[in-house]
């Protein structure tokens, strides 16, 4: 399996933008389709973006379409998540995933996870 650590989370103001870093390491990275989760307190985790193996094709919750982008550097063993626009009702912990699929919007279709990292969308 791939091991995943995120960062980049932080506390931020509505509208404001901030981008997370997924940095994989382990059996072949550009073998996996990589996607973001996120979970909010009380919550279930949702599906938020995903991207193919070699970064050709993405995928993304309604919600974040046209706000996020999804990106990934194979050489650098690195998935990127640009979010803009931020609100607060997205204020969660963001979690990097890989999985075997494409598309990718089922967590039960994961192989690997991250630890997480907090965004946190001030009002």
């Known amino acids: 399996q791939v091991q995943l650590v995120e960062s980049g989370g932080k506390l931020v103001q509505t509208g404001g933008s901030l981008s997370l870093s997924c940095a994989a390491s382990?059996?072949?990275?550009?073998?996996?389709?990589m996607g973001w989760f996120r979970q909010a307190p009380g919550k279930e985790r949702e599906f938020v973006a995903a991207?193919?193996?070699?970064?050709?094709?993405?995928l993304y919750t309604d919600s974040v379409k046209g706000r996020f982008t999804i990106s990934r550097d194979n050489a650098k063993k690195t998935v990127y998540l640009q979010m803009n626009s931020l609100k607060p009702e997205e204020t969660a912990v963001y979690y990097c995933a890989a999985a075997l699929v494409f598309p990718l919007s089922d967590p039960f279709k994961v192989n690997s996870w991250g630890q997480g990292t907090q965004v946190t969308v001030s009002s």
């Open positions: 382990g059996q072949t990275f550009s073998a996996y389709t």
């Open positions: 991207i193919n193996r070699s970064g050709s094709r993405t």
